[in-house]
């Protein structure tokens, strides 16, 4: 039997570190052996009790959130989850991701008491996960500059596609500002994040990028040089409106997916459009989202790289795809943008 999960609870409210711990609680393979009510006592209490992972809030006295994951990822880094309450959170939680969190989950508030087993749920998916992750892959994001584009007399890609989930805001923020501004194909991407942040999380991609950055629209047009995100709580779905020029579509549908926006979904839309002149991309994330889309994707004749098992934060997307025989090519995030490149 695998020991229980140690987890230390960080927030400054008496009511969420109340409910987070009665949530853990209610699971034997976690134990919460400490609380905390701000960045300061949770760097003494991690430093004593040595957690496996940390929830951890964003808006605290003394240390907030974004100042405790600097300044433990500086003295010994630990898988650390930041609990948001709203978008209005979005900017420390931009720089908590880019500080070396491994990943957003819904807070519970008193309001949202009949949403208490759906955040339950996620919270303890997420943690588990988080108690995966490499402590050697736990740091703030570095940007490279952006690679060589050759000149391609025959291209054979029309779209890269991309899916991530879990430690997908760092590895996108170390992906995209590879690419240079004359990238010759449209990029569109799904990231699973809570609703509410992607606008956000795309405009902070943007300022760091030479490609243009966009959380999809409805109707938006896809063009080389651009990467749309897909926005969260919709599928993003690729729409031939006539030759020459394809849309993003949000919808709904399909109703049956563990996540919304999902890789699956995206994915088969692209391989629908473009057919064997798709790349498709999945990288870090917990699931196995995107292992559907891919099998489309190469039925259509079509190309799958991978994120290797080395460089992930979690090798679960990408294992899925590797597993079921439908990855060309396993690749570490430090060398993607350059395989990507090359298989245009």
């Known amino acids: ?30 134990q919460v052996v400490g609380v905390a009510r701000d960045g300061e006592e949770a760097l003494e ?13 964003l808006t605290m006295p003394r240390l907030d ?8 990822m500086e003295r010994r880094p630990v ?7 709203s978008p209005d959170d979005g900017e420390p939680a931009m720089d908590a991701l880019s500080a070396g969190a491994v990943d957003l989950v819904r807070k519970p508030t008193a309001l949202a008491t009949d949403e208490l087993l759906v955040i339950r749920d996620q919270l303890v998916d997420k943690l588990r996960a988080a108690a995966r992750v490499p402590v050697s ?9 952006p690679v060589a584009l050759p000149v391609v007399a025959n291209r054979k890609v029309d779209i890269v596609v991309i899916g991530v989930s879990t430690g997908g805001p760092q590895a996108l923020r170390r992906l995209i500002p590879e690419f240079p501004a004359n990238f010759p194909v449209p990029i569109a991407m799904v990231l699973h994040m809570p609703v509410g942040y992607t606008a956000l999380f795309a405009e902070k991609l943007n300022e760091i990028s030479a ?31 006539r030759p020459g020029r394809v ?25 629908e459009i473009y057919g064997n002149r798709v790349l498709g991309v999945v990288m870090t994330g917990m699931g196995d989202d ?11 004749g079509g190309t799958i790289l991978t994120e290797d098992e080395k460089s992930c934060i979690i090798y679960g997307m990408p294992r899925s795809v590797v597993e079921s025989g439908l990855s060309d090519r396993s690749v570490p995030l430090s060398e993607l943008a350059t395989s990507i490149i090359q298989s245009l």
């Open 290 to 300: 995107g292992r559907q889309g891919a099998a489309w994707i190469k039925a259509q």
């Open 79 to 85: 898988p650390i989850l930041i609990l948001t309450a």
């Open 65 to 72: 959130g974004v100042g405790f994951v600097r300044r433990q």
């Open 1 to 30: 039997m695998n020991p229980a999960i140690r987890t230390v609870v960080v927030d400054d409210s008496a009511f969420v570190r109340k409910t987070v711990r009665a949530m853990l609680a209610e699971h034997p393979g976690i």
């Open 247 to 271: 849309v993003g579509r949000l919808a709904l549908q399909p109703l049956d997916k563990n996540h919304r926006p999902s890789v699956d979904v995206l994915f088969q839309s692209a391989a």
């Open 211 to 241: 490609l243009s950055v966009l959380e999809a629209k409805d109707g938006e047009v896809l063009r080389p040089g651009v990467a749309l995100l897909a926005s969260a709580g919709r599928h993003l779905v690729l729409q031939r409106e």
């Open 137 to 145: 892959q736990l740091r703030p994001t570095s940007f490279a500059r």
């Open 45 to 57: 209490l991690v430093e004593q009790l040595r957690p496996d992972v940390v929830t951890c809030d």
